[in-house]
């Protein structure tokens, strides 16, 4: 009976809300409002995600951890942590922007729950979709950071240390989901869209890494590569979604 006051009170959109208005704030540069209602709206987030994680009448961790409702969160908590160290605070308050986008993406293109079943009955789902959605949030908001340092709107280029720390945890991910896949379905690769997908997002920012030791490679080029990771994130992610 909790679960479900929680998850209806704190509905997605009432979170959706409160992240449209910390970007309503933040457009007319009242920073202190705008820190305080991405702050709320990250706890009606996790309230929301918790409430979800038992919407199915059990507890089940892996609709917590849906990306479509997770990646926001993610979000919230990068920015937030580029707010409490690092130097520039402007980088953690234009985070606002992507963590709209994915929160209103989600009430556009809403997921059902997981019912139970074996193949999520285990501690490798939950790490899967959190290492996952993690290293997405890092691939998002680094290029975002990326666009605004292309567009002269910030002169700090964080982004790059955004997405060395999302390859380890997209690394880490295609471990841990290759351990989950041999255990639920006998094969740690699939030729199926979904890991196809995968393999060629981690490709991508091998490729981004691996430019580093050509002489050729500038501040320039790091930036619109950046800048196309979050296109292909958004094209794979939803494009399964609304099939």
């Known amino acids: 009976m909790m679960s479900f006051l929680v998850c209806s009170f704190f509905s997605w959109h009432l979170t959706a809300g409160i992240y449209a208005g910390s970007l309503l704030f933040s457009l007319f540069r009242k920073e202190r409002t705008a820190s305080a209602l991405l702050s709320a709206g990250f706890v009606a987030n996790t309230l929301f995600l918790i409430g979800r994680s038992q919407s199915a009448g059990v507890f089940l961790p892996v609709n917590m951890v849906t990306e479509t409702y997770f990646l926001p969160w993610c979000l919230a908590l990068l ?24 929160s209103l993406t989600a ?3 809403p997921v059902d729950a997981y019912p139970p079943s074996p193949q999520h009955n285990t501690i490798f789902v939950p790490l899967f979709f959190i290492a996952e959605a993690m290293a997405h949030a890092c691939f998002v908001l680094g290029g975002w950071l990326a666009f605004l340092c292309m567009v002269k709107r910030i002169e700090m280029p964080i982004f790059n240390k955004m997405i060395i720390w999302g390859f380890v945890l997209y690394s880490l991910a295609q471990i841990i989901g290759a351990i989950w896949a041999f255990w639920g379905w006998g094969s740690a690769f699939h030729w199926s869209e979904r890991h196809l997908q995968s393999a060629s997002l981690w490709c991508f920012y091998s490729a981004y890494l691996h430019l580093h030791f050509s002489s050729k490679w500038n501040l320039k080029g790091k930036l619109r590569f950046a800048v196309i990771g979050p296109i292909i994130i958004i094209v794979f992610s939803y494009a399964y979604y609304i099939k």
């Open 79 to 102: 920015a937030g942590i580029t707010w409490l160290f690092g130097r520039d605070k402007k980088s953690a308050l234009f985070g606002i922007y992507p963590i709209f986008f994915f």
């Open 107 to 109: 009430l556009l293109v």
